[in-house]
């Protein structure tokens, strides 16, 4: 793969409308009073802060966000590969039963009709398609792998069933190669969503109900203070406010470096998302907004490029595997983001004070969490600060 012709970046930017880019900018807190006060900061404008504060603005709390960057979608939610998927990142046959990890499979699949119920809205602009996902076994262990998990997402309440790989073909309209297809879990519900259309309907849901947004907002320290906590930004503003989430996200930190590309491709509109069910192939395939985006595979080093080709070329020559029709196609976007991850992250609301949560174990697969965790840290805080009022 030569690199001279891709682009370094996630295609979202060149696909979204005027509209949704305008909903992502920032005001910056330069122009801003040295000191505001709010009932609620949020720290992170990404999927986890948009969602909390969506919610608060919408339970009537004052507050504000505090991006650091001079616009939204700078962070992992603007630059991951647009699959809406239910679940947390692992298979539900390894998530511990009774957990709290356990819990956010049923909470994410709400979560996601609720995202397909949004984007009917006439003031959403959310682009997202329900053209399910396919998780394809090419070897007998993953077939056995795959039977068990459908049973499992069933036993759930998840739709999930078994499928022949002369149907995955049929539903891709004859785009993927099945010939080493031995069976699929198809999921109905799952999707491609274009990630900027939901940051900025949630943006722009929030700014309606009162909430304010700022850029240039990194913040370097929260303080308790009398009946809440001082919080303040590297640019010498200082916000004083009753309560506090952290949402900064995965790019903090990070311990990885993920990768992903996408081509510029005609793709039948039915065809689902797909990945291979073998967990050290592990790349994801989403159809949509006029390319083939593919993520995934062995995590690198962080904080170095200089292996990005080597891993991209990778992923590009699995991608000419399972469509023949890009043999010899090099992708149009090819990037690379460093982000914690470990084996056992998990997403979780971790209290760091009275009225402090932090949304944390947001790894690769994450906006579905997101938005449940960030809603949920606004009903917490919301109901603790009412009890207080007694
Ligand atoms: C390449 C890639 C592909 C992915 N693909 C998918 C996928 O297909 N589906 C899926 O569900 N998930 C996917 N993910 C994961 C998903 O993108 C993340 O889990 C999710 O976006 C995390 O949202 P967040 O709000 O926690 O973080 P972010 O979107 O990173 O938001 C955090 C924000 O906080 C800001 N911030 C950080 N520190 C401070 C500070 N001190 N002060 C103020 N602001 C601060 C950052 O600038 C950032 O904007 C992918 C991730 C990557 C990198």
Not at 8 to 15: C, L, S, V
Not at 17 to 37: F, K, R, T, Y
Not at 155 to 169: F, G, K, Q
Not at 196 to 209: C, E
Request: hydrophobic share 45%.
């Amino acid at each position: 793969m030569s690199s001279v012709a891709v682009i370094n970046q996630a295609p979202w930017r060149d696909t979204a409308s005027e509209n949704v880019l305008s909903h992502l900018q920032l005001p910056s807190i330069e122009g801003m009073a040295d000191s505001l006060v709010y009932d609620v900061a949020i720290i992170g404008g990404g999927m986890a802060g948009l969602s909390s504060a969506q919610a608060f603005a919408q339970l009537g709390a004052s507050a504000v966000v505090l991006e650091a960057q001079p616009a939204l979608a700078l962070g992992a939610s603007g630059r991951n590969a647009g699959i809406l998927c239910a679940g947390i990142n692992m298979p539900i046959t390894y998530t511990p039963k009774g957990s709290s990890a356990a819990e956010l499979w049923s909470a994410t699949q709400r979560k996601l009709f609720e995202v397909l119920e949004e984007a009917r809205e006439q003031s959403s602009f959310i682009d997202v398609k329900r053209v399910g996902a396919m998780c394809l076994a090419t070897s007998k262990t993953a077939a056995a792998r795959l039977k068990r998990e459908t049973k499992a997402r069933l036993a759930a309440c998840m739709s999930a069933e078994l499928i022949t790989a002369a149907e995955v073909s049929k539903l891709s309209g004859g785009f993927i190669d099945v010939s080493n297809v031995l069976s699929a879990m198809m999921l109905p519900d799952e999707g491609a969503i274009h990630p900027f259309t939901l940051l900025a309907t949630m943006a722009n849901r929030a700014r309606r109900s009162g909430c304010q947004i700022y850029g240039e907002a990194r913040v370097e320290s929260v303080e308790p203070s009398t009946g809440g906590y001082i919080v303040k930004t590297s640019n010498g503003k200082t916000i004083q406010c009753r309560a506090v989430v952290s949402a900064v996200g995965p790019l903090e930190a990070p311990t990885g470096r993920i990768f992903a590309l996408a081509f510029k491709v005609e793709i039948p509109e039915s065809c689902p998302v797909w990945w291979d069910a073998n967990p050290y192939i592990y790349y994801d395939y989403r159809p949509g907004n006029g390319c083939l985006t593919v993520s995934g595979g062995r995590y690198g080093t962080p904080g170095t490029s200089k292996f990005d080709l080597q891993y991209h070329s990778k992923m590009a020559a699995a991608t000419h595997q399972w469509v023949p029709s890009l043999a010899g196609v090099e992708p149009d976007y090819a990037w690379g983001v460093d982000l914690h991850v470990a084996p056992d992250l998990l997403p979780e609301l971790v209290a760091l004070g009275d009225n402090w949560l932090s949304i944390q174990g947001l790894g690769a697969l994450g906006v579905l969490p997101g938005l449940v965790l960030g809603e949920r840290a606004a009903k917490q805080i919301t109901t603790s600060l009412a009890l207080c009022k007694k």
